[in-house]
């Protein structure tokens, strides 16, 4: 197999995030190629390799899949790389995550646990509160385009002018900023140049409240007066209202959203959303659930989970603008809140005031320091990190409290499974675990998964079937297909069980003396090729057999 070559075959399934496997028989060996849909017949190219593993690049879909039963519902699919599985019914999306969520953390979780299926996001359409926009052209000098990046491109933007994920207030928005700014061909910042004017339009809307936040990203190379374009915006015949439209400036060289000056153009600068009864002031860079109604079912998920805190003093770490402290003060002792991002802990306080919670109390900084400054002593913690998990320095002194029960909360399943471990490590065992779709038409799910403290009294029972060999204890570490099932989920290769009884004698483990050894005296045993050997050793390595 070599980069530039091209094959054709079928995406047997799709694998966290977006990676469809397609088994080449030719080669032996699985690919990865990303922007499929389990069951379609592609042609792909190879173009790069990772740890030895090939990766291809789609080049065209020649046969739908069978789950495919629906039409697209946005006019940029798929081109568009935002709702890559529009096409398939919500059910079949929802059972695709499910089998996602399962490959990942069946390896990881020692000893059984419940996995409750996956909880459906009451809307699959026009869910999302916040969208940020980009300022662009379709192709190289096109007219001016607003909206979403074309799939696998940095620089091409796809005019979004009928996206459903979003309400159709955000829309309407969208294409009258365009229209104005087309109208007056008025510039668009170019990354590679560093100049131009136009560069985000994000907006933000509350689901329960309709309330509307407009945001114009813009240099400071040019001035325009935005009187008529804001004129317009507040004739829209929106169904929510808009409270406030702000031009924000940002002079930044990296393709961020961010601020260096904040002008109100009309209104002021926040909105409110409401989550299970409460109110939440939320500004343009807060970090809010993006899902409301989602979020609602995640956390009453949380607090089924975290079960009876009266008289407990919980920690929500990574605590945001505090939504899921302020969501179970009302049953707890105390919540102390830790966060990073200053603006967001002054968000919490003030939802804090305004929900009338005075046993919630918000730190601003980073976790692994602000742990050693606390005095008080948690009885039950929540963890809701950013995507990358929890810094590995940070982990150990959360775990240090040996609380009966942790709620750890995640956005990707990856960074979740790799602190899994570390966690089981230190005594904890996962009891239960589920997921919340937040995120629809596309390749996330939100994890939630509860830890409690395994006491030393505890017992666990294992049954052991030493029939298949006189097993060393090297060997009782992992048995032949878990050394299969490692080989092929890592590196897509396929390898027999004399292979691997090979390898094991190479390494100096014992085998079963007549194990896969040949049936006749002159038989041809077959040899184990290097690439698979080394494949194999990896998995030995793994197991902790070598």
């Known amino acids: 197999m070599k980069k530039g070559q091209i094959y054709e075959g079928i995406i047997e399934r799709v694998d966290f995030p977006n990676k469809g496997m397609i088994y080449i028989p030719e080669e032996e060996k699985y690919v990865t190629v990303k922007n ?12 790069k390799f990772k740890r030895g593993n090939g990766e291809g690049r789609l080049l065209e879909v020649l046969e739908k899949s069978p789950l495919e039963t629906r039409e697209p519902v946005c006019s940029i699919f798929p081109a568009c790389g935002g709702c890559m599985y529009q096409t398939m019914s919500y059910e079949e999306q929802v059972k695709m995550k499910e089998g996602q969520i399962h490959r990942i953390m069946d390896p990881v979780v020692k000893g059984d646990y419940i996995f409750e299926s996956v ?12 969208m940020e926009f980009s300022f662009g052209d379709e192709y190289k000098d096109g007219p001016l385009s607003l909206g979403l990046h ?225 005095e008080e002593k948690p009885d039950v913690i929540v963890l809701d990190p950013p995507r990358d998990g929890i ?63 395994q006491k030393p009294d505890d017992t666990i029972e294992i049954d052991l079937d030493l029939d298949e060999l006189d097993a060393t204890s090297a060997e009782l570490k992992a048995t032949y297909q878990e050394i299969k099932d490692y080989v092929l989920k890592e590196f897509g290769l396929k390898v027999s069980s004399l292979y691997i009884s090979q390898v094991k004698r190479k390494c100096g483990i014992e085998v079963g003396e007549n194990y896969n050894l040949p049936k006749s005296e002159n038989a041809r045993v077959p040899q184990c090729p290097k690439e698979k050997e080394d494949a194999i050793k990896a998995a030995l390595k793994y197991f902790a057999m070598i």
């Open 36 to 47: 499929g849909i389990p069951g379609q017949k592609v042609r792909f190219m190879i173009n």
């Open 119 to 130: 909880k459906e996001s009451p809307k699959e359409f026009h869910y999302r509160n916040k």
């Open 391 to 453: 810094h590995p320095k940070a982990l150990p002194k959360i775990l240090e409290y040996g609380v009966d029960r942790i709620v750890y909360i995640s956005c990707k399943m990856t960074s979740l499974a790799r602190d899994l471990e570390m966690m089981q490590m230190a005594g904890y065992r996962v009891e239960k675990m589920t997921a919340v779709d937040q995120f629809c038409e596309t390749v996330h799910v939100e994890t939630v998964v509860l830890l409690s403290q």
């Open 150 to 374: 074309k799939k696998g491109s940095t620089y091409d933007v796809l005019t979004a002018a009928d996206c459903q994920l979003v309400h159709r207030d955000m829309n309407q928005i969208l294409s009258c900023v365009l229209a104005y700014f087309r109208k007056w061909n008025v510039s668009y910042y170019k990354k590679m140049q560093h100049t131009g004017y136009l560069r985000h339009l994000l907006l933000r809307r509350g689901d329960t409240t309709g309330e509307i936040l407009v945001n114009l990203v813009t240099t400071t190379q040019e001035e325009h007066d935005l009187t008529e374009l804001k004129e317009q915006l507040l004739e829209l015949p929106l169904e929510g209202k808009i409270v406030g439209i702000l031009h924000i400036l940002n002079d930044s060289l990296s393709d961020v959203v961010k601020s260096d000056e904040t002008r109100i153009l009309y209104g002021q600068d926040f909105f409110y959303e409401k989550l299970l009864g409460l109110q939440f002031k939320i500004t343009p860079f807060s970090f809010f659930q993006p899902n409301s109604r989602g979020a609602e079912v995640l956390y009453e998920t949380v607090r089924e989970y975290i079960g009876d805190i009266e008289n407990k003093t919980v920690f929500d770490l990574f605590s945001g603008t505090g939504t899921i402290g302020q969501v179970l003060a009302p049953v707890a002792k105390k919540v102390i809140g830790v966060e990073i991002i200053e603006e967001a802990v002054e968000a919490a306080k003030e939802n804090a005031l305004r929900n009338g919670l005075s046993n919630c109390k918000f730190i601003a900084g980073d976790v692994f320091k602000v742990l050693d400054e606390i």
